[in-house]
């Protein structure tokens, strides 16, 4: 049986930071990450894109943990010991410079995630970490002092252990054997199909600030929103997927969605479409756009309100007015199932929250047992939020692992 200090299982992005820093503070201790698959970091690589969204420009521990639908009251406390600055600081040290998107995106200046994997492999042979790729864990359990590990061919003894294995059902199922209770896994960060005369065939089309509630919830989100071929995508849905996570799954995918594309009230809507029907009269309703709309999106809206192309502002009647008010501040569509958003998505679910002591990341219920990433019930919207969980709870299980 192999003997080690440390092993951390899972070589994703959690387990390679945790094992460099384990390495860094330690380097007296002999550390293995096993692996299963025949490389690691596979998710860095296709993250964000191909350009791995790193982290996210927000340096306000507490503004921070707003963008975790589950992790927030958690997190705050481990984003005073290691957050987005110091990311960038660590990344920095070890030659990756990272850059600022207007959105507050931060990814690395190459635009490639091949750059950070990079890092990670040259830093773990620099510190004589060993890297076991093709280990599938298959069972852990406490032996003496020691936690035994067995993967499909080996066997190993570690005193210290980082589960870091992502969204892995069948490690979830060991972790339930060790008496750890797991939230269910439901996806998140998805977008929504959508089925609709008003949207057909204008893929692409923004509208740049609107309000989404889903109907008969409380979820409401605001924000971009992007027309897709089979619905609706960006921020603004990105937001609702990830904070309705639970309550969507329940649903089954099938609920309404009312949208105000323009921000403001029926009434004050009404009240300008009546000034629009004065000051425009001889103008053909569609062929001119209001409220800084996409021009294909407003005349899908003025179609829809029974305004057909060839109406001025003065033929408009009052029933036309109100449906023209009601499609741009309270649309009411369908969605009908999601769809995966190729940049970014994850599992909510994961290790109850209650059993990890977050000064440290190890369970409070077995003794040098540690978890990091999203093996956790911890996620965040979309924009580099997910990995800066992975680094910090990486980090923080580092330092007290090394010890
Ligand atoms: C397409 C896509 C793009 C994304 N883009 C971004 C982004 O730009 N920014 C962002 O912040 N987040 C992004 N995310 C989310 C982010 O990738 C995850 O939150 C992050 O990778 C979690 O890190 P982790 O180390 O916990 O898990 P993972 O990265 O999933 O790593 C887990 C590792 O454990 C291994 N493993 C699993 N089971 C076992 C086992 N039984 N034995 C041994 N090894 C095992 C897996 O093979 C894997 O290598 C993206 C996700 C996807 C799917």
Redesign the pocket.
Known sequence: MKQYNVII???????FFAAINIAELNPDLKIAI????KE?L???K???GGR??VTHAQFIPKELTLNYPRGERELLGPFHQFMTGDTIEWFEKRGVELKIEEDGRMFPVTNSSQTIIDCFLSETIRLGVEILYG???KSIQVADSNWELETQGDAFLAEKVLV?????V??WKMLEDLNHSIAEPVPSLFTFNVSDRRIKGIPGVVAQNVEIKVLKTNLVSEGPLLVTHVGFSAPAILKLSAFGALELAEMDYKFQIEINFIRHSFNTCLEQLKELKNDLAKKTVIKFTQFDLPKRLWQKLVLASNINEDIKWAEINKLQLDALSAQLTKAVFEVNGKSTF?????TAGGVNLKEVNFKTFESKLHKNLYF????LNIDAITG?????N?WTGSFIAAQNMSK
């Open positions: 299982i899972g070589g994703g992005a959690a387990g096993l692996e299963k698959g690691g596979q998710k860095v296709v993250s964000g791995c969204n280990q599938t864990l870091a294995t992502g969204s892995n069948k490690v190729k940049e970014e998505f994850v990091a990433g999203e093996v580099g939020f997910n990995f800066q992975a």
